[in-house]
């Protein structure tokens, strides 16, 4: 038995190599499921953008994310789907019957016999002839004297061909019951190192069947899968398409790939694509999708060809199917709105698998189908006992946050599965779970405080882009784990501190230089300055205030400065303000960066970072960005001037609906105070003086713990009415309607538009009470008004609405957000 080195095995075991995503979790990697640099607001939670969460990826999480994903920072690969083992039942090469004894006993008495006699043949005939309940009750018995037997090969006192030690494999492969693992290895191995010089010797058949035991056993032989490769390119010609597909799948799911391998099962599948079944094509996508080997051709004939299967539509396959296309991102809409409509249809009968690898692949296509996963949490809800493995769980919580489809009871069922298990999940899987309960504002605490605290003992497991997301994900849920943050804050001074540090190598007379950090290690292996930004912004949202760290983290941020996105800046600057952490270098760097970024800046992103920088520092990058918003706001002003000021509310019925279009798209809901500030002086409407605001002050102590108030100040013909309200107060609906109907003045259900057309509209009721309807127009007087909350679009809608009813009220309005320590200090004085 000497090798064979033959040129071809000499070339494809050079070439044959691990695939990068192998030993990850076990489902797809999720393209951007959580990239919160690349993000738009839902409330106040961040929703990647894209849609793609994994969160690898999951998560661009890439989470290779999604995702995102969930793009989430590169996460592993997160599916396994094996094929069914019926797909090589039957006869193997020899056809030999054996009259056999069937009880478990004597089964186990005649393999006995046979190692005795050292009959391999005899033995490997009577391991093909078990049934399924035999298989799994003998082979935990046999598998030491078979192995001891085995043994015996490299001295050549046992004799065993290559075709019978294949499928002594194969049958091993299927057992599913446990087999103790030191002789397993031992039989693994001497298989391996037997069969790779007598590969020539094999049929298709038997090819296929060894490499998918090897595979279903976890057992990969680089060598011998190498030499299998050049065999698999020579005989191609003679594989079915059982054995092309099992072959694929076998060589996908050892995580082994080469160009010229996947290329010739791919040239030989497109000859014979209509001799294939629904199995066997389930499988060769699934291998395609493991591979990242997106042939549109083959995948076109193969979508063609399921079309028309009819035993496409079961669980298993559809499940796969479906994995693999949204892996591969291809999209065969004719295929996939036919499984997604036999998927719901037949949700009962998937198992939690099956619907992991639906609920994903859809959400990931970005499918929006509200029916699926309504029904894939009611056949969630009704399982007494779900037995979910941890990237299941993940996946399937990753898949309704990524749909905005989350709601509390299907979360908390997940939360629930999740917290038995949590040491049994994977770092990748960690991120994407995290990730989906942020965005859909569910901080489940049990379950968070134990990711919380493993996250923190395991913190070295985790890479810089997944600590970074959890760490933003406690953020956007403001919840704070002392130990998380201490670890991950830790983790980045360490990090940092090493990136630092001279490159190996370096020439002896810099020695005594100052170290400076190394930008391409900070891009690939160090925490880069988009995860930085996360990191720092996640402890701003829970108030984890480390300022050593921060100043550390500055100077990194600053050497990648050009890699953040605006959402990014001006979530720095915001961050490093609200922490009240001056860091002159950062703030500078953010300032220069945004000027050249100026066009890429929402309003709403450029609203929060100037109002980062309200103590204008001078500087001419200020002064230029301020001069951006400031022609912004101009337009919106303009906009909603003429939208407006008809005394039309604020509706999707807008009578101009483009203008409406562009108002919502525009990011002016989302001002803060100092934007909205600008907006209502562009609209005419001036701020009080102290006088109004120091009385609202005074009177405001009833309304200490209300959700929202609004005090406001009529004087009109002489007189001065006083009016004030918080959202709790009583509601005279009869009178309040009256004085809607007469004035066409809508009612949002904003808790600030509340309070604010509650307040209008008494002060109208009073006008009303005064002046007939034909002169109430022409009133003249002031009107000032205090609002305890930033006001929204509606409410902006309502001032509007009332100026262009009253020209000859001057209107003023101030929002102040009071709260008890401010006004307890105001009274004390």
């Not at 493991?290 to 009819?310: G, I, P, Y």
Request: glycine residues 6%.
């Amino acid at each position: 038995g000497r090798e064979r080195d033959t040129r071809d095995a000499r070339d494809l075991r050079q070439d044959l190599r691990q695939d990068p995503r192998q030993g990850g979790n076990q489902y797809a990697p999720q393209p951007h499921a959580v990239d919160p640099v690349d993000r738009r607001m839902v409330g106040h939670m961040e929703v990647d953008g894209r849609c793609r969460g994994v969160p690898t990826p999951m998560p661009q999480m890439q989470l290779c994310v999604p995702p995102g994903q969930l793009a989430m920072p590169a996460v592993p690969h997160l599916a396994q789907n094996l094929p069914m083992s019926g797909a090589f039942l039957g006869v193997g090469a020899h056809g030999v019957g054996v009259a056999l004894p069937r009880s478990g006993e004597e089964l186990v008495q005649s393999v006995r016999e046979h190692c005795k006699t050292r009959n391999l043949t005899k033995v490997v005939e009577i391991l093909r002839s078990f049934e399924d309940d035999e298989r799994e009750q003998v082979w935990p018995v046999i598998l030491e004297d078979i192995t001891a037997m085995v043994n015996q090969i490299p001295q050549k006192t046992v004799t065993l061909t290559c075709e019978d030690a294949a499928e002594m494999i194969y049958q091993l492969g299927r057992v599913q019951a446990p087999l103790k693992q030191q002789p397993l290895q031992e039989l693994s191995q001497v298989i391996s190192d037997f069969a790779r010089y007598k590969t020539e010797e094999l049929t298709p058949l038997a090819i296929s069947r060894m490499v998918w035991g090897f595979a279903h056993l976890c057992s990969r032989s680089d060598p011998l899968m190498s030499v299998v490769a050049a065999e698999v390119v020579k005989k191609i010609k003679n594989f079915g398409h059982e054995e092309l597909a099992n072959t694929a799948w076998a060589f996908a799911k050892c995580g082994l790939w080469n160009d010229q391998l996947a290329q010739t099962l791919v040239a030989q599948c497109l000859e014979g694509i209509e001799e294939f079944d629904t199995e066997s094509l389930s499988n060769v996508a699934w291998a395609m999708a493991q591979w990242s080997t997106k042939e549109e051709r083959l995948l076109n004939k193969m979508a063609d060809t399921l079309l028309v299967k009819q035993d496409t539509y079961e669980p298993r396959p559809m499940a796969t199917l479906a994995w693999a296309f949204s892996t591969l991102n291809f999209r065969p809409d004719s295929l996939l709105r036919r499984i997604l409509q036999e998927s719901t249809r037949k949700i009962s009968q998937f198992s939690m698998k099956e619907v992991a690898q639906i609920a994903w692949a859809f959400a990931n296509l970005r499918f929006h189908d509200l029916h699926l996963y309504q029904k894939i949490a009611e056949h969630i809800q009704k399982q007494q006992n779900l037995g979910m493995l941890p990237a299941e769980i993940a996946n399937i919580a990753w898949a309704f946050a990524k749909n905005h489809l989350s709601n509390q009871v299907i979360m908390n069922r997940l939360a629930s599965e999740a917290v038995s298990q949590i040491g049994g999940f994977k770092a990748a899987e960690i991120t994407m779970l995290t990730w989906a309960y942020a965005v859909s504002n569910l901080g489940h605490p049990a379950l968070m405080l134990e990711i919380g605290t493993k996250v923190s003992q395991r913190s070295q497991k985790f890479t810089p882009g997944q600590l970074a997301h959890i760490i933003w994900a406690f953020g956007a849920l403001s919840l704070k784990h002392e130990g998380l943050c201490e670890a991950v804050a830790k983790c980045c001074q360490n990090d940092m501190r090493r990136a630092s540090l001279p490159s190996p190598g370096a020439h002896a007379g810099t020695a005594g230089a100052q170290a400076t950090p190394n930008r391409d290690r900070d891009a690939n292996s160090t925490y880069n300055a988009n995860s930085l930004t996360q990191v720092v912004w996640g402890f701003a949202m829970v108030q984890y205030r480390n300022t050593s760290f921060l100043h550390e983290a500055a100077g990194r941020i600053c050497l990648g400065i050009d890699m953040l996105k605006p959402l990014s800046l001006w979530r720095c600057a915001s961050a490093y303000n609200a922490m009240m952490v001056n860091n002159k270098e950062i703030k500078e760097a953010i300032l220069v960066e945004a000027c050249k970024k100026q066009q890429d800046f929402s309003l709403k992103g450029l609203s929060r970072l100037l109002d980062c920088y309200n103590m204008h520092i001078g500087q001419k990058e200020q002064e230029n960005l301020e001069r951006v918003m400031d022609s912004r706001l101009e337009l919106v002003a303009q906009k909603l001037t003429r939208l407006y000021a008809t005394g039309h509310p604020y509706d999707d019925n807008s009578p101009d609906p483009l203008v409406f279009q562009w108002l919502h798209e525009s990011g002016f809901l989302d001002l803060q105070v100092q934007g909205m500030k600008k907006i209502l002086q562009k609209l005419d409407i001036q701020t009080p003086g102290w006088p109004f605001v120091s009385k609202c002050f005074r009177e405001a102590r009833p309304f200490w713990r209300s959700q929202a108030f609004a005090m406001l100040e009529l004087a009109v013909a002489g007189q001065s009415h006083w009016f004030a309200r918080s959202l709790e107060g009583p509601d005279d609906l009869d009178r309040r309607r009256f004085a809607m109907d007469a004035l066409q003045l809508s009612q949002p259900p904003a808790l600030d538009c509340q309070v604010l057309s509650y307040v209008l509209e008494l002060a109208l009721l009073k006008m009303m009470e005064s002046f007939g309807q034909d002169e109430i127009g022409q009133v003249e007087g002031t009107m000032q008004i205090l609002l305890s909350m930033v006001p929204c679009s509606n409410s902006i809608a309502l001032l509007l609405q009332f100026m262009a009813k009253f020209p000859k009220i001057q209107l003023r309005f101030v929002e102040i957000q009071l709260n008890t320590q401010m006004l307890s200090n105001f009274l004390s004085q």
